[in-house]
């Protein structure tokens, strides 16, 4: 068993920050690629950041530039930093993690989705 927790989210103004963090916990041998995917009301599921083991990062347009993604190897830990806020980031945030089992089979694991709401 694999699990994703995030938290960090809530109600922010414009132009405010939030920062979301994202553990991965459980039966885990190693983690790839980590990264955050974002819902917005009515709309489809879409990539905001990731990062390899490595560090090597990759942002959509929408985000780059105010939000940076990083991680925590030791503590299985990915992190996202948003800065200069807007209501259009308002969205269900999910974290994810490319991970390998004991067994060595690899999957992609989620988290439960966090709200981030951007408003006045």
């Known amino acids: 068993q694999v699990q994703l927790v995030e938290s960090g989210g809530g109600l922010v103004q414009p132009g405010g920050s939030l920062r979301l963090s994202c553990a991965a916990s459980?039966?885990?041998?190693?983690?790839?690629?980590m990264g955050w995917y974002r819902q917005p009301p009515g709309k489809q599921r879409e990539l905001a950041a990731r990062i390899t083991s490595s560090g090597r990062t990759d942002y959509s347009d929408s985000v780059k530039g105010r939000f940076t993604i990083s991680r925590d190897n030791a503590k299985n830990t990915v992190y996202l930093q948003m800065n200069s806020l807007k209501p259009e980031d308002t969205a269900v945030y999910y974290c994810?993690?490319?991970?390998?089992?004991?067994?060595?089979?690899?999957?992609?694991?989620w988290g439960q989705g966090i709200q981030v709401t951007v408003s006045s």
């Open positions: 459980g039966s885990i041998f190693s983690i790839y690629n």
């Open positions: 994810y993690g490319n991970i390998a089992t004991p067994s060595r089979v690899v999957h992609d694991y």
